[in-house]
């Protein structure tokens, strides 16, 4: 699975639209870029996916470069109950892995109020 | 919504102790998986099952072993409990689907200390 990089962490106001990027730049045509969030204290919580169109679901939108080498995870009016740790995850497509999904570090995300 | 149930939030141990950490899920979900996260290292794959009674190491193995004899239930054994062993434990479960990329739904955790 290609391998991600995420700022450390980020500060949005509680509100505004938190924007999270993600580079990954060794992705291979057949894989996804996934995003799950923590919670302090939680299991992660998947939040969207997608190949190489933007998608929007109910928590978030994907948008994702045209050279698929960049994606940006929005979240279009963050709350304080958005502050979690963000994970970017891409890897070849089937059941959110058959074989695992392999997680970095992720991006802290810190709403203020 | 898919439920994966963790039997215990916490749990204390003495070393040498052998331990099990049970996980339910009740979506009829094929795959199940085990994961241990520790500061700084993020979530690493300990052991995945694709159906009953199969099973396949994930990164780190070492340590543990695992038991699928029902679809719906995965446990995690520590046969012989060392105090590098604490950590936070975490299940997940998946459908699989060839065709249709689906996501894994994690458990709350089991924070293990070895005493």
């Known amino acids: 699975d290609a391998k991600t990089t995420q700022p450390t962490s980020m500060d949005c106001a509680e509100g505004r639209a938190a924007n999270l990027p993600c580079n990954h730049s060794?992705?291979?045509?057949?894989?996804?870029v996934y995003w799950y969030r923590q919670i302090h204290s939680q299991g992660p919580q998947y939040i969207i996916h997608?190949?190489?169109n933007n998608e929007t679901n109910e928590m978030a939108s994907l948008i994702i470069t045209e050279d698929r080498k960049s994606s940006t995870l929005i979240l279009p009016h963050a709350t304080l109950r958005d502050t979690a740790v963000y994970y970017c995850?891409?890897?070849?497509?089937?059941?959110?892995?058959?074989?695992?999904?392999?997680f970095g570090k992720g991006t802290h995300l810190i709403i203020q109020p | 919504d898919v439920k994966v149930t963790q039997s215990s939030r916490y749990l204390v141990k003495r070393t040498g102790e052998k331990v099990f950490l049970e996980c339910v899920q009740d979506?009829?979900?094929?795959?199940m998986f085990w994961y241990r996260q520790d500061p700084g290292l993020g979530l690493r794959l300990i052991y995945f099952?694709?159906?009953?009674?199969?099973?396949e190491k994930g990164d780190i193995p070492e340590g543990y072993s695992v038991s699928r004899e029902k679809k719906e239930r995965f446990s995690l054994i520590l046969e012989s409990a060392s105090t590098n062993q604490t950590s936070m434990y975490l299940c997940?479960?998946?459908?699989?689907?060839?065709?249709?990329?689906?996501?894994?739904?994690f458990g709350q955790g089991t924070r293990l200390t070895v005493v």
């Open positions: 997940a479960s998946s459908l699989t689907d060839l065709l249709v990329n689906t996501e894994a739904f």
């Open positions: 060794t992705i291979s045509g057949n894989e996804y």
């Open positions: 997608g190949l190489k």
């Open positions: 995850i891409v890897r070849v497509g089937s059941g959110g892995g058959a074989d695992g999904l392999t």
């Open positions: 979506m009829d979900h094929e795959n």
């Open positions: 099952s694709y159906d009953v009674k199969m099973k």
